[in-house]
């Protein structure tokens, strides 16, 4: 009876660490676990305030959130308490629209409809889009035998539309003169349900490649292949068998040892680095006015080494109108967010860094809440 | 001591007077009573107002689907141009469940057979209370196991059977990285312990003197097993059963991770060895976006046909079970 008694608290104990560990990634005030010992290098000093300040939306940015507040901010300023719950970035404009978080974070600026409703909530005061963290879209493949691979977006837009289907086609050879591309049958993923990530990168097909990618860019998969339950869900597809491809967050493919193509964006073959992806957003033509930094990505942007598919995702504060405490800490959680030396530390979980000419524009940004 | 109407009889023995002494109902009785008969009525209430929300919230979607709700394969529920069918979805729920009770009822009837008529006693309790635990994995957990370690040791058998009978629409390729046939097997793990929990109790409250009648007789063990244990525990059998099913249909999470859902516009397939949606997997990957009350009426349209299915199931299951008791 021991012998089972023992096995059956095992079991039990097993079980529970499963049930908790299962907990453990909703829970957002608990220290951000992979890649936090990066937060460490970055220098950033920061001016604290105290006091608790509650965002909420886009998950694309809830690993840099994590790791900046909880490992970065934190260490520095133990009396505030951040939390951010990545509820995705509808439900987060919806939220800070409706006074329930202090801010939202959003893969999309504010719409129109929306703004009115966001100055209401600001007592009357615009609420600005403020451009934080920038995240490329990878094209990642898994195929044995090839690891470099050079796609365009008329190609990329053919085999994700189910026109191209073998990996030897004659025009993914065009693109890739040298490598040997074996007859394997390609497996396209893409995300189930609406996805800012989808909604991207099929803009991007879109306006580049329009003849081959005829619908408009669109959160909903308008595509041929598989759908996958969330990033990690097509990444760990792609991992599981030769031939599979699909479009990620970068520090998706990075975490699953998947294989990044290179874009050519018309200039020649670009290879998706934190710097590259940071020339597009360098390109990026800003849409708000005076500190509403809303921006408009420039897929088509022909620059020599500048990595076309980025995805730009906004933090929505209130201009003014949120009680003097709040303020201080959303002023000085924010400027510590968007120093660069708290961007280049972002690099090494798979986002780009602002590049200064916007990072810039964004501290002008914080400077004026009040 | 208890007559044939249940009621005790002393009530029943007559007083002075010659009629049946009501007698002061006591407190506990009282209390008892009524709250045995108010959770009685919340519950059919919980039901009741179930479908009633469920149909009221549908029926606007309902009269502005476009396309055939029941025959379409389209599932674009766009404000101001509803297009949604649930003939897919449908297909992929009950093919998921009926694969998961394919595998759970034999394994979980002859799981409590061995529980309760063959096991030694000290072995039958801890492996019973080894299958108990089987039920208390959160499905996230049975999701994650299924797709990332099950799943790749079914890639073989998988291909072999589409190799040798993918002329049948059921085995049809292009076999997808998370594919029906993987979800049923891992739904019916999650439900084994529901059938074989009921089933055990039910097979060990089998009459001794029905067992020993049966052997006496000269019943070799099997022989007593179908004749006295199972027509005995088959009522109980059928309702494990339901509650298995109802768990497989309404199954959310574990479906959402294991199965890959088809891109839109796909015609109608029937294979196993593809993905598809289940009715709860359509909801959970889309409920982020509920924003427009006309659209998701399209989902709770979706939602008010599992409500139907399940119904209708544990109606057949409770024709199933009176039937065979005015037969025994």
Known sequence: MTFWKTSRLLTIAAVGALALTGCGSDDNTSTAAPGGAAASSSTAAADCGTGTLNGEGSSAQKNAMDQVSQTGYLAQCPDATINYNATGSGAGRKQFTGGQVDWAGSDSALKPEEATAAATRCMGNPAWNLPMVAGPIAIAYKLDGVTDLTLNAEVAAKIFQGQITTWNDPAIAALNSGVTLPATPISVFFRTGTSGTTENFTKYLHATAPDAWTADGSGDWAGKGEGREGSAGVAQAVAGASGGITYVEWSFAQDNKLNVAKVDNGAGAVELTGESAGKTIATATQVGTGNDLALKIDYTTKEAGAYPIVLVTYEIVCSKGLDADKTKLLKSFLTYFSDPATQTGLQDIGYAPLPAEVSTKVKTAIAAIS | ?328
Request: aromatic content about 8%; proline content about 5%; hydrophobic content about 55%.
């Open chain 2, 1 to 328: 001591m208890s007559s044939i109407t249940g009621r005790s009889t002393v009530d029943q023995v007559p007083g002075p007077t010659g009629d049946v002494p009501r007698g002061r109902r006591r407190l506990g009785d009282t209390l008892f009573g009524g709250a045995a008969n108010l959770s009685g009525v919340v519950v059919i209430a919980i039901v009741a107002l179930t479908g009633v929300f469920l149909a009221t919230r549908a029926v606007p979607s309902l009269l502005d689907d476009k396309v055939n709700f029941l025959t379409s394969t389209e599932w674009v529920p766009e404000p101001g141009n509803l297009r949604f069918g649930i003939l897919q979805i449908l297909w992929t729920t009950v093919s998921i469940s009926v694969m998961a009770m394919i595998i759970a009822v034999p394994l979980g009837v002859l799981n409590a057979l061995f529980l309760t008529q063959y096991a030694p006693r000290w072995l039958a309790r801890p492996a019973a209370s080894v299958i108990d635990l089987l039920a208390a994995i959160p499905s996230i957990v049975y999701g994650l196991w299924g797709i990332q370690v099950f799943a790749p040791h079914l890639t073989g058998l998988q291909k072999a059977v589409n190799d040798g009978l993918g002329w049948f629409p059921l085995f049809e390729g292009p076999i997808s990285a998370g594919t029906i046939f993987i979800a049923g097997i891992v739904l019916a793990i999650m439900v084994l312990p529901i059938i074989t929990a009921l089933s055990r109790e039910v097979f060990a409250q089998t009459p001794a003197a029905n067992k020993e009648g049966a052997l006496a007789l000269g019943a070799t063990k099997w022989e007593m097993i179908r004749t006295a244990v199972l027509p005995f525990g088959r009522a109980g059998v059928v309702s494990a059963s339901m509650l298995g099913l109802g768990r497989a249909l309404g199954e959310t999470i574990a479906i959402t991770i294991i199965v890959s859902s088809v891109a839109p516009g796909t015609d109608f397939f029937a294979s196993w060895l593809q993905g598809g949606e289940t009715f709860a997997s359509k909801i959970a990957n889309n409920a982020a976006e509920f924003n427009d009350p006309s659209s998701t009426g399209a989902y709770i349209a979706a939602g008010l046909v599992l409500f139907v299915l399940t119904f209708v199931v544990n109606a057949i299951a409770r024709v199933i079970v009176n039937r065979r008791k005015a037969f025994a």
